[in-house]
């Protein structure tokens, strides 16, 4: 598996692992039109310190997950999401996902990470846990957090200092 920066001719194959999870797996009514960071990922998300990544196995999107500048040296990590068969220790899709991001934001001076879930992730809410994440009050978020309507739980990791900043 490799993991690597979103580039336009991969944008079909991680709407359809995006939406596909959200609608079939959690039952969310949700399409691409609804979220349209998905169609404008390089300027939405591979901004200031911001980036998108995509887990691959043969050429086969299996996971994303995105890191959202919000500025003030905070970011919002947003779309992770990894194919069902690529799930668990045994593969370390997220973990992989999680700990590039992790590097990335860290290099770049972002101190602090926020991300909003809802209650169906519940598999999900165990693996920010066991990451260092620790669940916050919605009023403790910060101002420039973009809230998603479907989200309830809210979790902030403050990062190591980078040694090369």
């Not at 998108?52 to 050429?59: I, L, P, R």
């Not at 997220?94 to 860290?106: D, H, P, T």
């Amino acid at each position: 598996m490799q993991i690597v920066p979103f580039t336009q001719d991969l944008e079909l194959d991680v709407i359809r692992l995006i939406v596909g999870i959200q609608r079939d797996e959690f039952g969310i009514e949700i399409d691409a039109e609804r979220q349209p960071d998905l169609c404008t990922i390089p300027t939405f998300y591979q901004v200031d310190s911001g980036n998108f990544w995509v887990a691959q196995e043969d050429d086969r999107v299996v996971g994303t997950i995105a890191l959202l500048d919000i500025g003030q040296g905070q970011g919002a990590l947003r779309k992770m999401f990894v194919a069902p068969e690529y799930r668990g220790s045994e593969f370390g899709t997220a973990r992989s996902l999680l700990a590039v991001l992790q590097n990335w934001a860290a290099e770049r001076g972002i101190r602090d990470l926020f991300l909003g879930t809802t209650p169906f992730f519940e598999a999900a809410h165990r693996f920010y846990e066991r990451h260092g994440f620790v669940e916050i009050s919605k009023s403790q978020l910060p101002e420039a957090f973009p809230i998603m309507q479907v989200d309830t739980k809210f979790y902030q990791l403050r990062l190591p200092e980078s040694r090369d900043a």
